[in-house]
């Protein structure tokens, strides 16, 4: 038990915030049903945009439903499970009626390939110009550092962004993922979580002397980052201490928003929070990537 609502509209903000991922509905005449020895009815409400955790919730509110109506079946002398059930529940599954596991992985797709190949293609691109030595003969020209870093991940930016329209689009049109928010939403913060792999790709730069050590040192931060994000299994199911290490992870922030995006159709003041720590994320790690790559350049 989260909270208590006083309405549905609060349980739905609730739900499109992700603070709960299913709501007991308990209606007006419930409690006159139950005296009167009437069949009475309540509502699950299931957040329908994880299908692991919505099986499970759908299979839970079953059981809960039917131990209640056995409880109240033994009040009632002389009627038999059989000759009456004395609770019925409806469950409803918000955002993803059928379950669709597919529904549930395309958006994650999305941030994942937003947050892997900006981060992968970055640190590649400078570390490669450092072995063929032209960052040196490109540093005695005229142009600053931050021009030189922009107009090598410029193009690596644009390529991340087809990829991402790329697996929108075969989402969309070839498994059917319907999205209920606003694309131009979608691709501005998808825009503000690029200044974020664009700092780490920076500072993975910086400490890699080869393509060979930028690729492992990558793949050495991403893969935490995609197992405790929440892209394969919800973080509310990890241990504790896990839990409180997703919190400095910027793919959760990101997962959350396309997801809340794509399935819930959530608009800016909903995703409020995660919006504000991918700012603080990627503030904090561009200015410290780009301090580090200019020690490292002078």
């Keep these: 038990m989260v909270a208590y609502v006083a309405d549905e509209d609060e349980l739905a903000r609730m739900v499109d915030q992700g603070t709960v991922r299913a709501g007991l509905i308990i209606p007006a005449g419930y409690e006159a049903d139950v005296v009167a020895e009437q069949k009475a009815s309540v509502a699950f409400v299931i957040d329908g945009s994880d299908p692991n955790v919505a099986n499970a919730v759908f299979a839970a509110s079953q059981q809960v439903g039917q131990a209640q109506s ?5 009040r009632r002398l002389g009627i038999s499970s059989e000759e009456m059930t004395a609770l019925e529940v409806r469950p409803r599954v918000w955002y993803n ?65 087809f990829d991402v329209l790329e697996v929108l689009a075969i ?23 690029l200044m974020t792999s664009l700092g780490i790709g920076i500072f993975v730069s910086s400490v890699a002397n080869t393509q060979q050590e930028a690729m492992l040192t990558v793949w050495l931060m991403l893969l935490p980052s995609i197992f405790l994000a929440g892209f394969f299994f919800p ?20 997962l959350i928003i396309i997801r809340g995006i794509i399935l819930k159709g959530v608009g800016l003041k909903v995703l409020t929070e995660q919006v504000v720590a991918l700012v603080i994320f990627g503030v904090v790690i561009m200015v410290f990537a780009a301090t580090r790559f200019r020690k490292r350049l002078e």
């Design 97 to 161: 009626p059928e379950m669709k596991s597919v529904n549930f992985m395309v958006p994650g797709l999305i941030a994942m390939i937003l947050f892997t190949i900006t981060i992968m293609l970055t640190a590649l691109a400078i570390v490669r110009e450092r072995e063929q030595g032209t960052i040196e003969q490109l540093m005695v020209t005229p142009i600053r550092p931050i021009e030189l870093v922009v107009g090598k991940v410029a193009p690596y930016v644009l390529v991340a962004f």
């Design 70 to 74: 056995m409880r109240l079946i033994k």
């Design 171 to 193: 989402g969309v049109f070839w498994f059917g993922v319907p999205v209920h928010g606003s694309l131009g939403l979608l691709l501005a913060l998808a825009a503000l979580s």
């Design 235 to 254: 973080i509310e199911a990890m241990p504790p201490f896990l839990q409180a290490i997703s919190y400095v992870i910027p793919l959760r922030y990101m």
